[in-house]
């Protein structure tokens, strides 16, 4: 019997770091936006254009799921 | 199409029974999440998580090559087999859709192929090791790679939005999961009914109407997309209630990190390949996100009987396929009373899920579990609500020995979550 334990760590390890990275991103993309009402001028641009950023790489990361499911 | 025999359509229309529950079943490891903490409305997650397995059925052109993934030897497999593990598949799934309890419906399917198999063949027929290999330690590891995830997750979510204003930031996480439940959708779509198309087109080439190694026919194609996508729109609001409120309480920030855990930990193990069962990941998820936040609450209780189901699937589906093969190997009336049987056994399953129903309209009104003892020892005391449970009067005999060849996860199943429906 061989147990591939390489295979099962790799899915551990990449299940763990994308994970916890999207969903880090995407928090701070949500208090990014939250930030922008209380925030004025350049800070909540800087606010704004930073939450966009998180959320155009979380929406990367969709992208690259269905990639896969599809290809 | 003009070579199928009657046993060749029984099987057709049994595999594709099996694709409904199969969706049916799964419904809640998309959406579950997604309807408890309100990112969309009941109906409206189920109709977009049935819309994606039907386009993911289509999607994919990689068709399952064998349905068991080398756990049985399929040379030589007979109809009546496939048709035997098919039917120990189905009455796990219902049952176990019945109790409320998230289970893996591939298990159930290889439970069934391998008491088949066993009662035809032998134990030679069954591959030891790839049984543990694809079956009990994904098992093991699909609720801890996602259970971790999940709570890391969850925890530094918390820690980076501590002083955000709560109600602003949950339309935000609501969204990213919609986004995250679709692909665990799509996914399941591409994986699950990819498994029936292999099943009835092995069991069209057994039965000498396809040339082995032929492609899926499109009517084969088309029937199987149907028949997982309206299993997912009706929706196991059962199995939806435990996963989305049964197990834990989910804010939108935790049931966020809980789809995404779930869309990851699935892509990944498809794509690395070691492929971990849906409801196992999806499980796990749900559970981290209630542990990682500070405060959470895990109702072990529920989580234990789920583990039991978990445990028992195999065995249990095992056996009815193994008593489903003994019976269709006496003839043709053996394969029809074992049609007869999984008819009575699903209309009794279903009459019993009448006395307390869950459906899309009072998902949200039932209460969770609170203490299992209690729970069980009110259940215990309060007579069952007389229901339509006569309907199941016919076949009682021949239904109750398949029964009790399926052994219910623990004395308290009667203390369902479910419990205080009255609508």
């Known amino acids: 019997m061989k147990i591939d334990w390489a295979a099962l760590g790799s899915v551990f390890g990449v299940s763990l770091v994308v994970t916890v990275a999207l969903v880090g991103l995407f928090t701070l993309g949500v208090v990014g936006l939250t930030k922008k009402e209380s925030a004025e001028g350049g800070t909540a641009a800087l606010a704004v254009t930073g939450a966009y950023a998180c959320f155009a790489a979380c929406a990367a990361a969709v992208a690259y799921g269905i990639y896969l499911i599809v290809a | ?423």
């Open chain 2, 1 to 423: 199409m003009e070579h199928i025999t009657l046993l060749l359509g029984i099987v057709i229309v049994t595999a594709l029974v099996f694709d409904f529950t199969n969706g049916f079943h799964d419904t809640a490891n998309a959406m579950a999440t997604t309807i408890s903490t309100g990112a969309l409305r009941p109906k409206t997650a189920v109709a977009m998580s049935a819309t994606l397995n039907l386009v993911g059925a289509f999607l994919s052109v990689e068709v399952a090559k064998t349905i068991s993934g080398g756990i049985i030897n399929e040379q030589g497999i007979r109809v009546e087999v496939i048709f035997a593990a098919l039917v120990g598949a189905i009455l796990w799934n219902l049952l176990t859709w019945l109790l409320g309890l998230p289970s893996s419906s591939s298990h159930a399917l290889f439970g069934g192929l391998i008491g088949a198999a066993v009662a035809s063949a032998g134990w030679s027929a069954v591959n030891g090791s790839t049984v543990v290999t694809k079956v009990l330690i994904p098992a093991v590891a699909a609720p801890i790679v996602a259970g971790l995830a999940s709570m890391l997750a969850t925890r530094l979510s918390y820690a980076v939005s501590s002083h955000t204003d709560e109600k602003a930031a949950s339309k935000g996480y609501r969204a990213g999961q919609i986004a995250s439940a679709g692909l665990v959708s799509l996914a399941h779509g591409t994986n699950d009914a990819q498994k029936t198309m292999g099943i009835i087109t092995l069991a069209l080439v057994t039965g000498g109407v396809l040339a082995p190694g032929s492609n899926p026919p499109t009517w084969v194609i088309v029937s199987a997309g149907m028949a997982i996508a309206l299993g997912t729109y009706l929706g196991g609001w059962r199995i939806i209630h435990t996963l989305g409120k049964g197990l834990t309480d989910l804010a939108p920030q935790q049931g966020f990190a809980a789809q995404t855990s779930a869309a990851t930990a699935i892509l990944a193990s498809s794509h690395i390949g070691f492929s971990l069962s849906t409801t196992q990941v999806c499980s796990g998820a749900v559970l981290g996100a209630g542990m990682g936040r500070k405060g959470g609450v895990v109702r072990w209780s529920t989580a234990t009987r789920m583990f039991a189901a978990w445990g028992l699937t195999l065995p249990a589906a095992g056996l009815v396929g193994a008593g489903a093969e003994l019976l269709t190997r006496q003839g043709t009336w053996g394969t029809v009373v074992t049609g007869v049987l999984l008819i009575a056994g699903s209309t009794v399953i279903w009459a019993l899920s009448r006395r307390k129903p869950v459906t899309s309209d009072n998902i949200h009104e039932i209460e969770p579990e609170s203490a299992g003892v209690v729970t069980a020892a009110v259940a215990a005391v309060t007579p069952p609500p007389a229901g339509p449970v006569a309907t199941a009067d016919a076949p009682v005999d021949a239904t109750a020995d398949l029964k009790t060849t399926i052994p219910s996860p623990d004395a308290g199943t009667s203390a369902e979550p479910n419990r205080a429906a009255t609508v």
